[in-house]
């Protein structure tokens, strides 16, 4: 069964940096589009950053020029690092990655979510 594990997450200071790692498991074939979202307290989940298979990456206008996205595809991993944490950085961080797997005989695409990591910026 294919599954989405986080870490790195904590609480920081403002102007502060932290590193959040999340890798996938299971029978997996490939990994399309890998990224992170994020969701504050009453707020919706936005879109943090995206980066492809192929190493092209997009980021939300908020976090462009403090937060790099990258990924591991031989450990089926991505990463976000966070630079320059705002205390409007704080929210629940999720791992979101496009994964291509068996069932059975068939090969299947499904959209998977990690559990989330807390991130707290205080400022």
């Known amino acids: 069964q294919v599954q989405l594990v986080e870490s790195g997450g904590g609480l920081v200071q403002a102007g502060g940096s932290l590193r959040l790692s999340c890798a996938a498991s299971g029978v997996i074939f490939g990994i399309n589009d890998m990224g992170w979202y994020r969701q504050a307290p009453g707020k919706q989940r936005e879109l943090v950053a995206t980066i492809t298979s192929g190493g092209s990456t997009n980021y939300a206008d908020s976090v462009k020029g403090r937060f790099t996205i990258s990924r591991d595809n031989a450990k089926n991993t991505v990463y976000l690092q966070m630079n320059s944490l705002k205390s409007e950085d704080t929210a629940e961080y999720y791992c979101?990655?496009?994964?291509?797997?068996?069932?059975?005989?068939?090969?299947?695409?499904?959209?998977?979510w990690g559990q989330g990591t807390q991130v707290t910026v205080s400022s």
């Open positions: 979101n990655a496009n994964i291509r797997s068996y069932r059975g005989d068939y090969l299947v695409t499904n959209n998977y």
